[in-house]
């Protein structure tokens, strides 16, 4: 690709921006020269960092190792705690129905046919719908408070379903759920890359989406220890209502400590928001800004990329919400009672979580994604197609236990996919509407895949288990594929930036640790990031580098 070409990309993407004051930017500085910071108007089509760099923007500053793990520290000790909260409850409010499922939900509230798939679906269907939507407002709207309002709505909303008595009101509470849930992955992979360095983005996505796993650990003790009181309300009654009103106090939680952005955080010193803000320059993504640029939203549409992890999530959602909904339903297929069968879901959270820490772990240690997903598709198609041919009967219930344990490997695929698209996508507006776009794939995953398993099908579900085999060994290959391609886009970036007088060869800065991130940073002299926050797209900007 020609300089002019490039030239004309950073046309679509930046305007002139306004003249700011003189920043002094430098570890070193002193509170008062900090203070001296302009104002961030709003107005420029350049990211948020220009309200803490000014001028500076282009200048990169080395952040010390000490003043690295420092701000990181800060940064996980404040953030974190919201996230994995958030994460936790709406799996929690979320997987009720799954629990309610053993308490005989279905048949006192005359449910007949699809319908309790439909209730599962139609979650999802509302995250489709409103994906759009939510990826505008996502651009527009403070991120926490908007997070904070949504949490409070979906917890409302599955309190006031404990007074739903048959399916119309049922998939009403059901509907509004998923709207108001809709929005909280998509900002969570906003606030990890508008928070953490690429190398970090993977342990702290594979922590939040481990409450997946926590929630069916402790969860199916909740149900357990719920569904065994006596009261005038039903077990998943009362299921409800503690799931709702526990999620109606937390938001108030997130509106007081979550923050907006690096620039806004109120447990930052000015000082620290410029090392936040320069410590994030090595991703080259930015950070954020409330411009939707139209340019950006074309490129992500057309871009190769966008399509692949739309199709990665698809594949593994269809799995995941038929699993999720019916999993209880095959455990008790095998031959236990009620709450045996709640019980037996413990090990399978744990096995969650132990697979997506472990995957997590392994990306960030080889600074690779593909190899560890491919490794992760493994276990679950050895489990799908081990349950398709052993035999029902009290006889092979440790076989058929084990079996779906190993299934349980498949949620440590979804974090890495998250993190890969976030690593691999610049602009703040592309890397808003892809990360919409694969929560559509993901909604789409989802509503389809409950109806590949329905209680018909008991004990065996040979057509949902056969399509779940069919979606983990078409994961494989995207995933091949698209590594390869991220291959292909790094050999050209590379000879971009020779074509331009450039060092054709860079030290990914984002992905080294936080010991050795200083050294690379000084390793790549003035070329290292000098475009971070101009919101350039990861096309437009010849210095990024993809992650495979």
């Not at 930015?286 to 698809?314: H, N, Y």
């Not at 020779?498 to 990914?508: C, R």
Request: with cysteine; proline share 4%.
């Amino acid at each position: 690709m020609s300089a002019n070409t490039t030239d004309e990309k950073r046309q679509m993407n930046t305007t002139e921006k306004p003249q700011m004051s003189h920043l002094e930017a430098t570890t070193s500085g002193t509170s008062s020269d900090l203070e001296k910071a302009p104002a961030f108007t709003g107005q420029s089509w350049g990211d948020a960092a220009q309200a803490i760099l000014g001028d500076n923007t282009h200048a990169p500053v080395i952040v010390s190792t000490e003043d690295n793990a420092r701000i990181l520290r800060k940064t996980d000790r404040w953030l974190l705690p919201i996230m994995l909260g958030i994460y936790f409850l709406q799996q929690l409010d979320k997987s009720t129905l799954s629990y309610a499922s053993v308490f005989n939900f279905a048949a006192n509230n005359h449910l007949v046919g699809y319908q309790f798939s439909a209730l599962s679906s139609i979650v999802y269907a509302a995250q489709l719908i409103w994906q759009p939507v939510s990826s505008f407002l996502l651009v527009r709207l403070p991120v926490g408070r908007w997070l904070a309002f949504n949490v409070l709505a979906w917890g409302i909303t599955l309190s006031a379903m404990t007074s739903a008595h048959n399916f119309s009101t049922l998939i009403a509470a059901r509907f509004f759920l998923g709207l108001f849930e809709a929005t909280v992955a998509p900002t969570f992979v906003t606030i990890t890359a508008m928070w953490w360095r690429r190398r970090e983005q993977t342990a702290r996505t594979s922590l939040w989406y481990s409450m997946n796993g926590l929630t069916t650990v402790i969860g199916s003790i909740l149900s357990y220890g719920l569904g065994s009181i006596h009261s005038s309300l039903q077990p998943y009654q009362i299921i409800f209502l503690f799931a709702g009103l526990l999620t109606v106090v937390f938001s108030a939680v997130v509106y007081l400590v979550l923050p907006d952005s690096p620039t806004t955080a109120r447990f930052l010193t000015h000082e620290e928001k410029v090392l936040a803000v320069e410590r994030l320059r090595a991703n080259n993504t930015g950070t954020e800004t409330k411009i939707w640029k139209p340019a950006q939203v074309r490129e992500c549409l057309l871009d190769p990329k966008t399509w692949a992890w739309f199709s990665m999530l698809f594949l593994i959602s269809i799995p995941s919400g038929g699993i999720s909904t019916f999993g209880p339903l095959i455990v008790k297929s095998f031959g236990f009672n009620q709450l045996n069968t709640i019980l037996l879901q413990m090990p399978f959270g744990v096995i969650q979580i132990i697979a997506t820490l472990g995957g997590g772990y392994f990306a960030t240690r080889w600074k690779l994604k593909s190899p560890v997903l491919v490794a992760l598709t493994l276990p679950p198609i050895a489990g799908a197609a081990a349950l398709l041919h052993i035999p029902r009967g009290a006889a092979h219930k440790g076989a058929l236990l084990g079996a779906y344990y190993i299934i349980s490997f498949y949620p440590g695929i979804s974090p890495l996919i998250y993190t890969w698209s976030s690593q691999n996508t610049a602009g703040h507006t592309k890397k808003t509407l892809t990360t919409g776009i694969l929560f559509v794939g993901q909604s789409a995953g989802n509503i389809l895949g409950p109806f590949l398993y329905t209680t018909d099908q008991a004990p065996l579900y040979t057509k949902g288990l056969t399509s779940s085999l069919g979606c983990f060994a078409a994961l494989s290959a995207v995933f091949i594929v698209t590594a390869f391609y991220l291959a292909m886009l790094n050999r050209s970036h590379a000879s971009r930036r020779t074509a331009l007088g450039k060092s054709g060869e860079l030290v990914d800065a984002s992905l080294e640790s936080t010991k050795d991130a200083a050294a690379a940073q000084q390793a790549n002299g003035a070329q290292f990031a000098a475009n971070a926050f101009d919101d350039l797209t990861d096309s437009a900007n010849e210095d990024f580098i993809y992650v495979l």
